[in-house]
Nanobody, 121 residues
Framework: QVQLVESGGGLVQAGGSLRLSCLAS????????IGWYRQAPGKQRELVST???????NYPDSVKGRFTISRDNTKNTAYLQMNSLKPEDTAVYYC???????????????WGQGTQVTVSS
């Protein structure tokens, strides 16, 4: 069964940085786009970045210029480098294989446990 395991979260002060990792099992990783999502308490899960199998990336305005998604297909791992963190970035962060259809992004797998990111002011 395909699994995605997120790691790298933690507590950081505003302005700090964290790098999240998403380790995937199986060869599917290399042929799928990957997305990072986050969910803050009481809010819906939101997409914060995507990267296609070819390396094309996309970000919403809320994180553009601060977050960078990357992938290492040899390690079946995707990363989310988060710089200049703000308290409003506090959330549980998840990764998933995604299907990108223009502006529509659909997650494909069951959600993992996620990794908590807490940014203090």
């Amino acid at each position: 069964q395909v699994q995605l395991v997120e790691s790298g979260g933690g507590l950081v002060q505003a302005g700090g940085s964290l790098r999240l990792s998403c380790l995937a099992s199986g060869s599917f990783f290399r042929i799928n786009a990957i997305g990072w999502y986050r969910q803050a308490p009481g809010k819906q899960r939101e997409l914060v970045s995507t990267i296609t199998s070819g390396g094309s990336t996309n970000y919403p305005d809320s994180v553009k210029g601060r977050f960078t998604i990357s992938r290492d297909n040899t390690k079946n791992t995707a990363y989310l480098q988060m710089n200049s963190l703000k308290p409003e970035d506090t959330a549980v962060y998840y990764c998933n294989a995604v299907l990108v259809m223009g502006t529509v992004v659909r997650s494909l797998l069951n959600w993992g446990q996620g990794t908590q990111v807490t940014v203090s002011s």
